[in-house]
């Protein structure tokens, strides 16, 4: 495109300068894209292996402290004898029990019984009857019972228990009469097991020479297409 000749008139009226858009407002220096590099990871030895284990003492042979536990033996879950019966433990006498009784305020009890004015032993046993246990009474008769030497076991009889015998029915269908039976076997024998009938399909199919046949078949097509015409 050839250069055009601007007016002297119209020259101060131009923007002969070139824009400043390119290079005003910017936040900071332009530089270059960082690129994302690919770094492999450095390649590690292969760990040895184990080390065998001594047959007797079962540590590493390679290593040289021998474990502290080596020879420990587990914990048992169950660590005591049931053949071993437990000793009954006496109750330490309370020498202060009497004096606090007498100076704290009373405690009434269901069925209406002041705890403090019940005398021993009468008071222990309303005591045990209602807060001991039925295990932990249980345990003491059999601690009293293993401190005095008494051999205790299930009390088991001389002989067996008799067993019923046990008998089975015979399975027997329920009686149909003659009647119904009959007229199920004629509703059966009359039901096509095909989804053809064979009778049918088979006469059709064949050639028949017989002028009786031909005759009977000719009487079948008259009356086919006199219903035709009727309808």
């Known amino acids: 495109m050839p250069h055009l000749k601007v007016p002297p008139r119209v020259a101060p009226m131009l923007f002969p300068n070139r824009t400043s858009y390119r290079s005003d407002f910017r936040g900071g220096p332009i530089t270059n894209v960082i690129r994302t590099e690919y770094k492999g990871k450095p ?4 760990p040895l292996p184990t080390p065998l284990k001594d047959i007797q ?7 040289s ?13 169950v660590r005591t004898n049931p053949r071993v019966m437990q000793e009954k433990q006496e ?6 029990r009497l004096q606090v009784q007498q100076t704290r305020p009373e405690v009434l009890m269901s069925p209406a019984l002041l705890v403090d004015r ?62 119904w ?20 399909t088979f006469w059709l199919t064949r050639t028949s020479n017989l002028p009786e046949c031909e005759r009977v078949a000719q009487t079948k097509t008259i009356q086919k297409l006199e219903q035709m015409k009727r309808r």
Request: proline share 9%; glycine share 2%.
């Open 91 to 96: 109750r330490p006498v309370d020498t202060l």
């Open 43 to 46: 390649t590690k030895p292969r």
């Open 181 to 200: 039976r009959r007229q199920s076997v004629t509703w059966d024998t009359d039901q096509i097991r095909a989804y053809i009938e064979p009778t049918k």
């Open 57 to 63: 003492a079962m540590f590493p042979m390679r290593d």
């Open 118 to 179: 019940i005398q021993e032993p009468v008071r222990q046993k309303v005591m045990d009857h209602i807060y001991k246990s039925t295990q932990m009474l249980a345990l003491e008769e059999a601690a009293t019972l293993a401190n005095k030497g008494v051999n205790i076991k299930a009390p088991l009889t001389g002989r067996y228990v008799t067993i019923p015998e046990i008998t089975i029915k015979d399975l027997k269908l329920p009686y149909v009469s003659e009647e």
């Open 65 to 77: 402290t021998i474990p502290f536990s080596l020879f420990h033996k587990p914990k048992d879950i």
